[in-house]
């Protein structure tokens, strides 16, 4: 800063002098002179020599004229910034912080955003210019701030937000209209809102500014909409009147388009070459164009020269092209290079079309060359394959036939014929059962893959050939094994459309199939479907899979939340051989339905039936949790002791122990609940359970306070370490406080938490939470001056997360005890930094009431406006501020304005503000020696009379000296014979 200062004063005997004494003018030496000066000079636009006598003030004059200071530091950076110094920027965010709420800010913003945008820092700007408020710019400002705004956004890609900005800007009347209608139109473009872009372009395409540019936006618009008669005529035009363009390239490669389009192959030449001339990046489409052009005009070899050049992407046109420069190789009778084009065309699969010409194309071509008899076939077979109907088929047929018929080698051939799928129909079913034969076999054997290998060709050899059915089924089965069951329910799907399969074997199997391919997906409504259609369908009912699919039947409607039909399967199928599974489903169910007298019988049922079962374990662990849902903790406890001694790898063994332990601690029988809870923690280290035991032992901790052998022996088993032991002790030691101040026992968490942070803080992760419980446990004690103290200290933390309600605290306590000075300032804190409007409303308030009892008359009113300006202020709060206003005024002596504000609120006497402002009207008329208007006043007043008669009675004594004075009045009078 004083660097800054030092140059400053440099820069003005260095600069300003000759400046001045340039301009023949004497430097005025009274600071508001020198003040009036240099606005002058910037009214003028003279900023240079207006911003030397800025400085010249500002060294001049006193700290006591800090207004003026302000505005001089604000014509400072202004002309800065209207001069574009270097260091603009920086004076104007300088003078931001010093002068964070000035009445320019929105102006300050606005330049910054400017001299951003200048400097393309565009996200800078645009942060600046989101901060401005537009209504405080002048009108000139806010035709320039919107016009940036749109370019700023422009520049940063935020088009439709930009596109927003012009729209606004073009429909006020202002010099930027032209410039606005055209980014409209340009971001509409680039949005391909082409109607809306066309219409912003039309309304300029005269305008001097862009009538270069505009007119081929609207051409390019036309092109796009395939409006080509308005292409041909606007394109031409431009041609014609702007001949050295660069963007009449552009032009040229629509009207090429379009003559392509319309297949005037010449006139596409014409266009599209000189495209290719002056175009320093031609588009491959267009080269396809030009080299199709050459082709359908007979001029093979340009046509090979432009196709050559377009093949380096793999795409559809690359596709196009090859099969086109194999037909030009052809034509210059080029028949390896036409063989080696079509190859390449086929290497991609675009267009079904163009692969297909080209596939024959090629087997022709290698049929001519005489390449060979495999290669030959093959190609032959291949398109054979892909393209069955084509146009060329005979053709293909024929010529294949011709190469069997000239083979010398009638194994190949044989075999050859034996691999084409499109054989007669006999050969086409013997393949398929062949086929069909190989993939059960594979299926036997695991070899699931191999299977559906087989069954697919099977299904491809003869679509709908009589071994289909069969080849679906068995597909699908491999897909089950596979579990893709989606494919598995789709062939199962296509195995019941098939032709008479109502007689296949497998029918009545494929519904069960069916059913758990969609069970597997969660498609639960159509496996239902499927397995009551198995249920009804199968004769055999003793069949292990009836059973299980009435099973599955009670498991989807467990699922759909219909228990009764659920448990009517489930019983259904309890005497088969998966009804252990039955049995302890339908338990299951009447648990939820709290019968767990009902469900404890029929576990135990199944316990005895199925002792073998796989489902025991889940049975006993069922029981337990029954009986605990009894509240018989200790039959709970005997049958999780049973479970974790009969079956101890059963993953209920760990839950089971954790119950018993939670059953321990629920019943605060903590003694017990420990050696638990460190038994799981020693057996299972890792496991989730082991996690809920040690944090269950550190809350025992907590409750028991006996926090230093909690962690040693989480040390000991390795739960903290050196290097998170201070964090949990401090954690632990802050939470067996924190127990305290959430049970309301303040008195003794006033000692816990003081104990906290006397030894861990400031290092401690809890200390702000925890001195934020002692100043409430102080409070809620109403110990306030011991609470105000710790508030006082949290405060001072200006970060802390409870600033906002020790700030309202603190304020309330102080203002209780009559500190106006200090709560003005927590309550003027708290207006600051309130995030709720209640809190900011009481703030106000308070800062209204602090300033006025202690008599701090300029921020009573600064606040009594604030309140009044707020129209969603509350009606009592304004009238408390308008009093206070009123008294301010009477004080001083400014009675007529005073009784202005006091006639909003003398109405209602029945509040004591109103009452108050009723006696104070008529104790202000009395003072200007107005004493019929005070007497009438006290009249009205007993009139309407009050419901608090302090004020009342004041005004009767207020009335007695009225009489009194005008008595006296009237007895001057008579003694000067003036009657």
Not at 31 to 50: C, P, V
Request: charged share 30%; with cysteine; aromatic share 14%.
């Amino acid at each position: 800063m004083k660097i800054k200062k030092i140059f400053l004063m440099m820069f003005f005997s260095l600069f300003l002098l000759p400046v001045v004494s340039q301009n023949r003018e004497s430097i005025p030496v009274q600071e508001k002179e020198l003040f009036d000066k240099a606005k002058e000079y910037y009214s003028q636009k003279r900023y240079n020599i207006s911003y030397h006598y800025f400085l010249l003030f500002l060294q001049k004059v006193s700290h006591e004229k800090a207004t003026l200071i302000e505005e001089a530091e604000y014509y400072l950076v202004r002309n800065a910034y209207k001069l574009r110094n270097e260091e603009a920027i920086f004076q104007l965010e300088d003078y931001l912080k010093k002068y964070p709420y000035t009445p320019h800010l929105d102006p300050t913003l606005y330049m910054l955003g400017i001299l951003s945008y200048e400097e393309n820092e565009y996200q800078v700007a645009l942060n600046y210019f989101n901060r401005v408020i537009a209504e405080n710019l002048s009108q000139k400002q806010k035709e320039k701030y919107y016009l940036h705004l749109g370019y700023t956004l422009l520049k940063l890609n935020k088009v439709k937000d930009a596109r927003d900005i012009f729209t606004y800007l073009k429909k006020e009347k202002t010099a930027y209209m032209s410039t606005a209608l055209y980014y409209a139109g340009y971001c509409d473009y680039l949005l391909k809102d082409y109607d809306k872009a066309l219409k912003n372009f039309l309304s300029i395409e005269d305008d001097p500014q862009f009538r270069e540019i505009a007119p081929y936006y609207i051409t390019q618009i036309y092109f796009i909409k395939k409006n080509f008669q308005e292409v041909n005529k606007r394109g031409k035009l431009l041609l014609q009147r702007y001949p050295q363009n660069n963007n009449n390239a552009e032009i040229y490669r629509m009207l090429g388009e379009q003559a392509y389009m319309s297949k005037n192959y010449k006139l596409a030449i014409d266009n599209l070459a000189k495209y290719n001339q002056l175009s320093s990046k031609v588009t491959r489409k267009d080269i396809y164009y030009l080299g199709t052009s050459y082709l359908k005009t007979g001029q093979p070899k340009k046509a090979i020269e432009c196709l050559s050049k377009i093949t380096t992407e793999n795409d559809e046109m690359t596709e196009n092209a090859y099969l086109l420069l194999g037909n030009a190789f052809v034509l210059i009778n080029d028949k390896n290079n036409a063989r080696m084009s079509y190859q390449s065309a086929i290497k991609t699969n675009f267009n079904s079309e163009v692969r297909e010409e080209a596939m024959y194309n090629y087997a022709l071509t290698t049929y001519e060359s005489e390449l060979g008899f495999g290669e030959s076939i093959r190609s032959f077979q291949s398109f054979i394959k892909e393209f069955p109907k084509s146009q060329y088929i005979n053709k293909a047929y024929k010529l294949l036939a011709t190469l069997y018929l000239t083979s010398n080698n009638v194994k190949e051939a044989y075999q050859s014929i034996v691999k084409v799928k499109f054989l007669n129909r006999d050969l086409r079913e013997t393949k398929q059962y062949l086929e069909y034969t190989l993939g059960t076999e594979a299926f036997m054997n695991k070899k699931y893959l191999t299977a559906i290998k087989y069954f697919s060709l099977g299904k491809q050899t003869e679509p709908y050939g009589k071994y289909l059915s069969d080849i679906l089924y068995w597909r699908a089965e491999s897909y089950y094994k596979l579990k893709k069951y989606n494919k598995a329910s789709r062939d199962l799907m296509r195995f019941f459309k098939c032709k008479g399969v109502v007689r296949n074997k497998n029918y009545v199997d494929a519904f069960y199939s069916l059913g758990y391919a969609y069970f597997s997906q969660k498609k639960y409504s159509k496996a239902l479907r499927c397995f009551l259609d198995y249920v009804k369908s199968e004769k055999n009912i003793h069949k292990v899979q009836y059973a299980d699919a009435k099973n599955r039947i009670g498991d989807i409607y467990f699922y759909n939340r219909n228990l009764v039909l659920a448990n009517k399967y489930y019983r259904e199928s309890i005497g088969s051989r998966l009804g252990d599974y039955s049995l302890y489903r339908s338990a299951y169910i009447e648990g939820l339905d709290k019968n767990y007298n009902r469900k404890i019988s029929e576990l135990n049922n199944l316990l005895e039936k199925y002792p073998q079962s796989e489902y025991c374990d889940d049975a006993l662990y069922e029981i337990g949790r029954s009986y605990i849902m009894l509240e018989n903790n200790t039959k709970a406890i005997e049958v999780y002791n049973k479970l974790i001694n009969k079956y101890k790898y059963s993953q209920y063994v760990i839950i089971a122990q954790l119950e018993i332990g939670l059953v321990y601690f629920n019943n605060k029988e903590y003694e017990k609940a420990v050696p638990v809870f460190k038994q799981i923690i020693k057996k299972y280290p890792d496991s989730d359970e082991a996690q809920t035991a040690f944090e269950t032992l550190e809350t025992i901790a907590i409750e028991t306070e006996d926090v230093k052998k909690h962690l040693e022996y989480a040390k000991k088993i390795g739960r903290i370490n050196d290097d998170n032991q201070k964090q949990r002790t401090d954690s632990i030691l802050f939470l067996t406080a924190e127990k305290r101040y959430l049970r309301a026992d303040y008195q003794n968490a006033i000692s816990k938490l003081k104990s906290y942070l006397d030894e861990n803080c400031p290092e401690g992760k809890f200390c702000v939470t925890a001195r934020f419980y002692l100043a409430e446990s102080y409070y809620q004690l109403n110990k306030k001056e011991e609470a105000l103290t710790e508030y006082s200290l949290l405060i001072e933390n200006k970060n802390s997360a409870f600033l906002e309600q020790s700030l309202l605290k603190s304020s309330e306590i102080c203002f209780d005890k009559k500190r106006y000075k200090v709560s003005l300032k927590y309550f003027k804190m708290l207006n600051e930094v309130a995030q709720s409007s209640e809190n900011r409303n009481i703030a106000e308030i308070g800062v209204l009431r602090s300033a006025y009892l202690s008599e701090n008359d300029k921020e009573t009113l600064k606040m009594a406006k604030k309140i009044l300006d707020n129209s969603k202020e509350n009606r009592e709060i304004k009238d408390e501020a308008l009093l206070y206003t009123a008294k301010i005024l009477l004080k001083e002596n400014k009675p007529s304005e005073a009784l202005k504000a006091l006639r909003k609120i003398d109405i209602d006497t029945r509040t004591v503000i109103g009452a108050e402002a009723k006696y104070l009207v008529a104790k202000t008329y009395y003072a200007l020696q107005m004493l019929d208007k005070s007497k009438n006043e006290i009249m009205d007043y007993a009139k309407i009379g009050t419901s608090h008669p302090y004020w009342l009675a004041k005004s009767f004594i207020l009335l007695s000296d009225c009489l009194i004075f005008m008595y006296r009045r009237v007895m001057i009078f008579k003694q000067n014979n003036i009657f």
